[in-house]
C-alpha cells in the first residue's frame, strides 16, 4: 500500500506564513476573548505576533475575516473531531463517552475561542455566520444521533436540548474555575466535567 506524506508549504516563505497565519488566529482568539472584538485594533493584533498592523492584511482581508477565521477554525475543528469519535464502532455509552472526553479536552484548550464565539458571533459576516452555523448544527446531529440510541422513547427535538444542555456545562466551566482560588489541575478538572456531563446526559 502506498503511503502518503503530508502536504506541506513548498518553501521556507511558504512555511513562514502558514506560521504566521496559526500565530494570528492564536492571537486573535486570546486578544478578543480577553478585550472583545471592538477593544482590539489591526496594531493589536500585529503586535502580537510581532508584524505592524497593516500587514495583517496580507493574511486577512480585514478584521472581521480574521474573526471569522477563529471561529470556523474552530468548528470545523468539533465537526472532524467528532465524526471521528462516532466513526468507531461501539455501544452508545462509550460513545457518548468519548464525545464528551473530545468536547472537554476541546473547552480546556480553547476557553479562549468558546468566549469570544459567545461574545462575538454576531460579529462575524453573513456567510461566515451561515458557516459556522452549519457546521455546529452538523455537529449537534452526531450528539443527538448517539442520544437517540442511548434513548430511544425521547424525541429529537428533546435530545437537542440535551445535547446543547451537555455544551452549556461543559463550555461555560473552564472560564469560571479560573477564577476560583486553589483551582484544580486540567485533568482533574477535565474528569469532574465528564463525570457531570456524562451523569446529565445518559439520565433517564
Given at each position: 500500500?502506498a503511503?502518503?506524506?503530508?502536504?506541506?508549504?513548498?518553501?521556507?516563505?511558504?512555511?513562514?506564513?502558514?506560521?504566521?497565519?496559526?500565530?494570528?488566529?492564536?492571537?486573535?482568539?486570546?486578544?478578543?476573548?480577553?478585550?472583545g472584538f471592538?477593544?482590539?485594533?489591526?496594531?493589536?493584533?500585529?503586535?502580537?505576533?510581532?508584524?505592524?498592523?497593516?500587514?495583517?492584511?496580507?493574511?486577512?482581508?480585514?478584521?472581521?475575516?480574521?474573526?471569522?477565521?477563529?471561529?470556523r477554525r474552530?468548528?470545523?475543528?468539533?465537526?472532524?473531531g467528532g465524526?471521528?469519535?462516532v466513526?468507531?464502532?461501539?455501544e452508545p455509552?462509550?460513545q457518548?463517552?468519548?464525545?464528551?472526553?473530545?468536547?472537554?479536552?476541546?473547552?480546556?484548550?480553547?476557553?479562549?475561542?468558546?468566549?469570544?464565539?459567545?461574545?462575538d458571533?454576531a460579529?462575524?459576516?453573513?456567510?461566515?455566520?451561515?458557516?459556522?452555523?452549519?457546521?455546529q448544527?452538523e455537529?449537534?446531529?452526531?450528539?443527538?444521533?448517539?442520544?437517540?440510541?442511548?434513548?430511544?422513547?425521547r424525541?429529537?427535538a428533546?435530545?437537542?436540548?440535551?445535547?446543547?444542555?451537555?455544551?452549556?456545562?461543559?463550555?461555560?466551566?473552564?472560564?469560571?474555575?479560573?477564577?476560583?482560588?486553589?483551582?484544580?489541575?486540567d485533568?482533574?478538572v477535565?474528569?469532574?466535567?465528564?463525570?457531570?456531563?456524562?451523569?446529565?446526559?445518559?439520565?433517564h
Amino acid at each position: 500500500m502506498a503511503t502518503h506524506t503530508p502536504i506541506e508549504p513548498a518553501t521556507g516563505r511558504d512555511r513562514a506564513k502558514a506560521e504566521r497565519y496559526d500565530a494570528l488566529l492564536q492571537e486573535a482568539a486570546r486578544l478578543f476573548a480577553a478585550h472583545g472584538f471592538d477593544g482590539v485594533s489591526l496594531e493589536d493584533l500585529g503586535a502580537a505576533v510581532g508584524i505592524t498592523g497593516p500587514a495583517v492584511y496580507r493574511h486577512f482581508s480585514s478584521k472581521k475575516a480574521l474573526l471569522g477565521a477563529v471561529l470556523r477554525r474552530a468548528s470545523e475543528g468539533l465537526l472532524t473531531g467528532g465524526r471521528r469519535v462516532v466513526a468507531v464502532d461501539g455501544e452508545p455509552v462509550a460513545q457518548l463517552r468519548d464525545l464528551i472526553d473530545f468536547h472537554v479536552e476541546f473547552a480546556l484548550a480553547d476557553a479562549d475561542v468558546i468566549r469570544v464565539h459567545d461574545r462575538d458571533l454576531a460579529r462575524l459576516s453573513d456567510d461566515d455566520r451561515h458557516v459556522v452555523r452549519r457546521l455546529q448544527r452538523e455537529y449537534v446531529e452526531l450528539w443527538t444521533d448517539v442520544l437517540e440510541r442511548l434513548h430511544p422513547d425521547r424525541d429529537a427535538a428533546d435530545l437537542r436540548v440535551r445535547a446543547h444542555a451537555g455544551f452549556g456545562l461543559i463550555n461555560s466551566t473552564p472560564h469560571s474555575v479560573r477564577g476560583l482560588r486553589d483551582v484544580p489541575d486540567d485533568a482533574v478538572v477535565h474528569d469532574i466535567l465528564a463525570d457531570m456531563a456524562f451523569a446529565a446526559l445518559a439520565a433517564h
